[in-house]
């Protein structure tokens, strides 16, 4: 099992910035590619990036890009999403999790979870 912490959230008015770290811990061998997602009140959880751990190639949502940048420290394990320009539909509670496969933007193929940390974007 990989455990996996978040943080780096909170509240921003508009075309603002944030960082979010997510920390990943225990069986990190097991991880080939970590994800970000999020879900806002309401709403079904929402594909925004996904890195791979060997080769750094990433992929983001069309909704985010230009916008939001996924990176990663390898020797920290430590996996990050950048996210400026941020709009008050960017608002939701942002989950980072660990995947055995690389490239995929389902939230079915991530088998760890990690517990969310809240963005708030204000007009």
């Known amino acids: 099992q990989v455990q996996l912490v978040e943080s780096g959230g909170g509240l921003v008015q508009a075309g603002g910035s944030l960082r979010l770290s997510c920390a990943a811990s225990g069986r990190t061998f097991t991880s080939a590619a970590m994800g970000w997602f999020r879900q806002a009140a309401g709403k079904e959880r929402e594909f925004v990036a996904t890195?791979?751990?060997?080769?750094?190639?990433?992929y983001v949502a069309d909704s985010v890009k230009g916008r939001f940048t996924i990176s990663r420290d390898n020797g920290k394990k430590i996996v990050y999403l950048q996210m400026n320009t941020l709009k008050p539909e960017d608002t939701a509670l942002y989950y980072c999790a660990s995947s055995s496969v690389v490239g995929l933007t389902t939230p079915l193929a991530y088998n760890s979870w990690g517990q969310g940390t809240q963005v708030t974007v204000s007009t």
């Open positions: 890195i791979s751990w060997g080769t750094g190639s990433s």
